[in-house]
């Protein structure tokens, strides 16, 4: 897990993580999530942070909670399709927002991107 950005929620930034392993494949439909303790202390952060994390993806609908078991990846195929449109659609704002900062021109950046498609 990388650092913290202190401008964002770090449930935010938790909630970020589980969605990109969800996308990412690496936690999949009906796997179990680690306890709020283990993640606790994974990211180094207060365990009520991390319920919180968990409750919001339980609200989304990507988490399922089983009293006796744990919490468990519920996402369908199409929820992740569209976790994972969204979430680059976000990446891609943020990439051109800070090409921007650089200086770079909306055309320049889609030169840069295109000359890199190799490498």
Known sequence: ?????????IYL???DYIKKEIVSGKLKPN????TVREMAFKFGVNPN??????QELEREGLLKSERTTGRFIC???EMILELKQT???????????????L???HE??????ENMKGE
């Open 31 to 34: 796997d179990q999530v680690a």
């Open 103 to 105: 200086g770079f021109t």
């Open 1 to 9: 897990m990388p650092g913290f950005d202190a401008n964002i929620p």
């Open 49 to 54: 942070t991390i319920q919180r994390s968990l």
């Open 108 to 113: 320049e950046t889609v030169n840069l991107v």
């Open 87 to 101: 979430q680059g659609n976000q990446k891609t704002k943020q990439f051109i927002h800070e090409m921007n900062d």
């Open 75 to 77: 996402a369908t195929e």
């Open 13 to 15: 930034q938790v909630m």
